[in-house]
């Protein structure tokens, strides 16, 4: 059975920083894409980021790109999250999920098949 485990969330004032960590379990983490989502009260969730399986690819969406940063540690089963200049639009509960194959295939959730349980970022104005 896949886990994958969020933290690193919190409440941090607009401008900060925070970083978001993912562990999974129970798959071979390194074969496969890993995305970040997020999910505000009241929204749909929506793509934050994606990275490929060798790191060799990264994708974000367009509001994040130049302040957020995804990568991955293959030997530690770990994706990160660095994310820099937070505004209070940034405040949702953010997900990793595991992609179907080793490269990148969509922004749709529907092309992830795990999903951690969330971890909750508030930025504050």
């Known amino acids: 059975q896949v886990q994958l485990v969020e933290s690193g969330g919190g409440l941090v004032q607009a401008g900060g920083s925070l970083r978001l960590s993912c562990a999974a379990s129970?798959?071979?983490?390194?074969?496969?894409?890993m995305g970040w989502f997020r999910q505000a009260r009241g929204a749909e969730r929506e793509f934050v980021a994606a990275?490929?399986?060798?790191?060799?690819?990264?994708y974000y969406k367009d509001s994040v790109k130049g302040r957020f940063t995804i990568s991955r540690d293959n030997a530690k089963n770990t994706v990160y999250l660095q994310m820099n200049s937070l505004k209070p639009e940034d405040t949702a509960v953010y997900y990793c999920?595991?992609?179907?194959?080793?490269?990148?295939?969509?922004?749709?959730?529907?092309?992830?098949?795990?999903w951690g349980q969330g971890t909750q970022v508030t930025v504050s104005s």
């Open positions: 990275i490929s399986w060798n790191s060799g690819n990264t």
């Open positions: 999920a595991t992609g179907r194959y080793r490269y990148y295939t969509g922004r749709n959730p529907g092309e992830y098949d795990y």
């Open positions: 129970g798959r071979t983490f390194s074969s496969y894409a």
